[in-house]
């Protein structure tokens, strides 16, 4: 588990975390939109939040595996949001999916002192947890740009 070093939440927002993600994570509120839920799902790894990660994954992809190696030494260092809102300009074709959306973002890390960054398209879905229940966003799966495979 790593702390940022800059004030303001990990997820780069400037805000303080409890204006913030912190919210989402305690499960006092639910993230609005899929961005939202991406920072706080950032801000979890940041804070080695295993049970956020869990629950914020939508059970048709979520590993059974722990998600967080608790004896690797990983130091976040920021998050970037290439666009959502560019990926939705590219589907302009399309009608668009109020209960799908997608995420491109950069997040930055240390491992044993090497720098290296992960480049993610996330896709996103908002349905209730539990039938009749309130939706809410889930993280679904990703894929990588740079290397063109999921």
């Not at 004896?71 to 666009?83: A, D, H, R």
Request: aromatic share 8%.
């Amino acid at each position: 588990m790593s702390t940022p070093s800059k004030p303001g939440c990990p997820c780069g927002s400037n805000l303080p975390i409890l204006r913030c993600c912190g919210p989402y994570i305690a499960g006092a509120e639910l993230p609005p939109t899929a961005e939202a839920l991406m920072r706080s799902r950032y801000t979890a790894y940041v804070m080695g939040d295993e049970a956020y990660l869990r629950a914020t994954w939508h059970p048709s992809t979520r590993p059974e595996e722990p998600i967080i190696d608790k004896n690797e030494k990983i130091q976040w260092l920021g998050l970037e949001i290439k666009s959502a809102l560019r990926l939705r300009q590219r589907k302009a074709d399309l009608p668009e999916q109020i209960d799908q959306d997608t995420v491109e973002f950069v997040a930055r890390f240390r491992v044993q002192g090497r720098g290296q960054r992960l480049h993610e398209i996330s896709n996103f879905v908002r349905e209730p947890e539990t039938p009749g229940g309130v939706p809410r966003w889930f993280y679904v799966d990703g894929s990588f740009p740079e290397q063109g495979t999921k």
